[in-house]
């Protein structure tokens, strides 16, 4: 098993948005804000997605691979900070 760690920081003046699959969940990071991803897998590991909205918004996904794959703000899980009505 291997294990893995980034950080993503928003170095955009907009907002990017998170989707965190397969959950679904959306999550903005700010300007100047960062996530930890840290993933430990076995053969695949996470795959990150830049994608844009159709208003050009800038999207990364995170796809897990065949492990266990965390996204974290200050400590947080992020899908903790989600609200439920805010997930696909």
């Known amino acids: 098993m291997a294990e893995y760690q980034l950080k993503i ?13 397969p959950e679904g969940a959306f999550f903005p990071l700010l300007m100047g804000e960062e996530v930890t991803v840290t993933d430990e897998f076995k053969e695949a590991p996470v795959t990150l997605s830049l994608t844009a909205s159709s208003s050009g918004e800038p999207i990364l996904t995170i796809w897990p691979g ?23």
Do not use: H
């Open 9 to 21: 920081r928003n170095d955009f003046i907009k907002t990017l948005s998170l989707n965190i699959e």
């Open 66 to 88: 065949d492990g266990d794959v965390r996204v974290e703000q200050n400590g947080i899980d992020v899908l903790a900070l989600v609200p439920s009505s805010v997930r696909a």
